[in-house]
């Protein structure tokens, strides 16, 4: 494994895997897992890898892939009413480079990360049981896409897991989102503290550590907010309305993105 992604090749790959590739400058990665032929199921919003609906994409679109106006005859296009897609590997990568999410890692190589949503303390079910999942969403929906609660990571984890969070209003199971939200929270838990340290190096030093910590504990590896529950369960509780999980309004919010 690397200190920031585990960089794997073709040749590797076994059905049940969730990968990722980071898009242009790092900023993001998209996930999806490996179901063998040589094709990936992963979670989009409408067939779009990312977005918000909101001032938030002006940072985003640079990393985007360019994608070619001719559909590819090897990719599925999303069903009507959700954003789970099937595409040949190639289109997923877009250009990326492949790494593969690594599960059942320990406290150690996990806090070693720089970067979330490369791995996980928690264990993956067998992959043919992931690859079932991943099956079943890509006919059934996973609900609508949420940059911050449901997006392609959340969506990768649970095949691999069948964990979910149970309370749909805190963060979903994404490292990803939890290092965006970790950041500055780092840095506003560290600003107290500023008083008990002696110079900037002590002030980094516990910036880090507690941004270390966040992801620790927001790992779906160590809550305890989340249940086992089965894709059958899931699309019924989202088809009843038991679980509801909505776009992010932050149009309201345009003097917080910079």
Same mark, same amino acid.
């Given at each position: 494994?690397?200190?920031?992604?585990?960089?794997?090749?073709?040749?590797?790959?076994?059905?049940?895997?969730?990968?990722?590739?980071?898009?242009?400058?790092?900023?993001?990665?998209?996930?999806?897992?490996y179901i063998?032929?040589?094709?990936?199921?992963?979670?989009?919003?409408?067939?779009?890898?990312?977005?918000?609906?909101?001032?938030?994409?002006?940072?985003?679109?640079?990393?985007?892939?360019?994608?070619?106006?001719?559909?590819?005859?090897?990719?599925?296009?999303?069903?009507?009413?959700?954003?789970?897609?099937?595409?040949?590997?190639?289109?997923?990568?877009?250009?990326?480079?492949?790494?593969?999410?690594?599960?059942?890692?320990?406290?150690?190589?996990?806090?070693?990360?720089? $970067?979330?949503? &490369?791995?996980? #303390?928690? +264990?993956?079910? %067998?992959?043919?049981?992931?690859?079932?999942r991943a099956?079943?969403?890509?006919?059934?929906?996973?609900?609508?896409?949420?940059?911050?609660?449901?997006?392609?990571?959340?969506?990768?984890?649970?095949?691999?897991?069948?964990?979910?969070?149970?309370?749909?209003?805190?963060?979903?199971?994404?490292?990803?989102?939890?290092?965006?939200?970790?950041?500055?929270?780092?840095?506003?838990?560290?600003?107290?503290?500023?008083?008990?340290?002696?110079?900037?190096?002590?002030?980094?030093?516990t910036a880090?550590?507690?941004?270390?910590?966040?992801?620790?504990?927001?790992?779906?590896?160590?809550?305890?907010?989340?249940?086992?529950?089965?894709?059958?369960?899931?699309?019924? $509780?989202?088809? &009843?309305?038991? #679980?509801? +999980?909505?776009? %992010?309004?932050?149009?309201?919010?345009?003097?917080?993105?910079?």
């Amino acid at each position: 494994m690397g200190l920031l992604s585990n960089r794997i090749g073709r040749s590797s790959l076994k059905p049940g895997d969730h990968i990722y590739s980071w898009r242009a400058a790092y900023i993001y990665a998209h996930h999806g897992i490996y179901i063998g032929d040589n094709k990936v199921i992963h979670f989009t919003r409408r067939g779009q890898e990312v977005g918000t609906g909101t001032i938030l994409d002006h940072i985003l679109v640079s990393s985007i892939p360019n994608r070619s106006p001719v559909p590819c005859t090897n990719c599925t296009p999303p069903s009507e009413g959700h954003g789970v897609v099937s595409s040949c590997l190639d289109c997923f990568l877009a250009g990326g480079i492949l790494y593969r999410f690594e599960y059942a890692v320990s406290p150690a190589v996990f806090l070693a990360k720089a $970067r979330g949503g &490369t791995c996980t #303390l928690a +264990v993956s079910d %067998p992959d043919d049981i992931v690859v079932r999942r991943a099956n079943y969403l890509l006919t059934n929906g996973f609900g609508c896409y949420n940059v911050f609660k449901n997006n392609c990571e959340d969506f990768t984890i649970y095949c691999k897991t069948g964990l979910l969070v149970v309370d749909q209003s805190t963060m979903g199971q994404s490292g990803q989102a939890v290092s965006i939200i970790g950041g500055p929270l780092a840095a506003v838990m560290s600003t107290p503290l500023r008083l008990v340290t002696t110079n900037v190096y002590g002030m980094v030093a516990t910036a880090v550590g507690v941004y270390c910590a966040s992801r620790y504990a927001a790992d779906i590896g160590m809550r305890t907010d989340v249940m086992k529950v089965s894709a059958e369960d899931l699309t019924t $509780r989202l088809t &009843t309305g038991l #679980l509801q +999980v909505v776009e %992010p309004n932050l149009a309201a919010l345009p003097a917080t993105v910079s």
